[in-house]
Every structure is written in C-alpha cells, then in structure tokens.
C-alpha cells in the first residue's frame, strides 16, 4: 500500500463565521485516512480557549457523494475539553471514538471535508 499526504486549505475567515473545504477522491484506488497517522494542522493565527467565543475544527468524510457526512476527528479551543492554538504550529486532532472503519475508506468520489465551526463570535482561524 502507498501511502501520501493530502493537504487541504480551509481558508481563515472572520471570526464567527463557519468556512469548510472539501476534497473528492479523484483516483481509481480507495485511498484510507489511516487511524494511525492522525491529522494535523497549523492556525494562522494564535487562538486561546474561551467559554463562550471558541472554533471547532472537524475532519469528516463521506461516502455518499456529500449526503451524509461522519466525523472523523476534531480540535476546539472550547474552555471545556479544548486547547488553545498556536500560529503556524502544528496541532494534532483528536479521533472520533464513534467513527466506524468504513468511513476511513473513501473509493473513487469519496470526500473528506474541513470545516471550522465557531460558538459565539469565535476567533477567526
């Protein structure tokens, strides 16, 4: 099995205002997020954890052509369970304890998608 990144811009928008990125499976051959590798990013900008105005960050795929999504992994800087971020450092995501193998595997069409959140006016990431 060959393994290579995929890189996907999600580009920093206001703060509060949700953005996402998808990316479709162009080749003949499954490609699989693999469970060991998890996904990581860098934030353009240093984000600390707050309460109220915080972003979530998901990695989701589907397999349905955009119907139906499942959420792989995900980031917040939510004060509850989330850290904060660090301009152009590399913060791992955390796995989706739900997410079931068959979501790891996208075939030709497939689709992983990024897409940032935001509670209250959120930090603009």
Sequence with gaps: M??????????KGS???NAQNVWSNPLDVDVVVQTSYAPRFAPDTTVATDG???ATITLASS???GTTWVDLYTCT??????????VD???TMTINASATGASFRLARGGMLRVKKTYGGSGAAV
């Excluded at 060959?2 to 580009?11: A, H, K, L, T, W």
């Excluded at 800087?77 to 660090?86: D, E, S």
């Design 77 to 86: 800087t939510n004060a509850t369970g989330g850290a904060a971020l660090t």
């Design 89 to 91: 450092t590399l913060t």
């Design 2 to 11: 060959n393994s290579f990144p995929i890189s996907i811009y999600c580009p």
């Design 63 to 65: 397999v349905d052509g």
């Design 52 to 54: 109220t105005n915080y």
């Design 15 to 17: 703060a509060g205002a």
